[in-house]
């Protein structure tokens, strides 16, 4: 799994340069006017901001997944400055999580499943394969590499030379002797 492996952002922002290419995500015209939650003062200052968050949002889904519109508004939210008064957690916007969700349908990189009692999106195969391809690119670029798991010998030859061995004897160490707890004596009642 090499999307667990890269860092996060150099994932998300390599996504996101595949996601501009696709035709299907698209920011609507409304995007550079709105903020991203109520607990945001001020709209995203990124031109590509909605690619961005179509990548993250893509990201989520495939460590998270089955997940909905709620819990991404809630990953997505923060605190809001309250001025003098204490801040209160708010979720972040769901029109544009859901406008995305609904992108990256149309596009194939993401659809909806029940698993269980969860239901929600989860990534196809063609979302998985992009995020690896990506997640791979990036593990080439930085030199990190996955140790592969270790062939295994033969197991019969091995285990016969084994039991031709005498059998080695466990030395047991000494154990400290125990404390003897003192019973203090309780004067009889009279």
């Known amino acids: 799994m090499s999307v667990h492996d890269v860092d996060a952002t150099q994932l998300i922002h390599g996504v996101a340069e595949e996601l501009k290419k696709d035709a299907t995500i698209k920011a609507p015209a409304w995007a550079p006017f709105v903020k991203t939650g109520m607990s945001r003062e001020r709209p995203p200052m990124q031109n590509d901001w909605w690619h961005v968050r179509a990548a993250s949002i893509l990201r989520k889904i495939f460590m998270l997944g089955p997940i909905g519109t ?11 400055n309250e001025g003098m008064a204490p801040e209160h957690f708010h979720p972040g916007s769901g029109n544009h999580i859901r406008k995305i969700l609904q992108q990256l349908e149309k596009a194939g990189l993401a659809k909806q499943t029940a698993k269980g009692v969860h239901k929600g999106r989860i990534v196809t195969p063609k979302g998985h394969k992009l995020l690896e391809g990506i997640a791979s690119v990036i593990m080439k670029e930085q030199g990190i590499v996955i140790a592969s798991k270790p062939k295994e010998a033969p197991k019969t030859e091995a285990k016969v030379e084994e039991k031709a061995e005498a059998p080695v004897e466990k030395v047991k160490k000494p154990r400290a002797p125990r404390k003897k ?8 009642a009279q």
């Open 70 to 80: 709620s819990k991404l508004k809630n990953h997505y939210g923060g605190r809001k």
């Open 181 to 188: 707890k003192e019973v203090a004596e309780v004067p009889a």
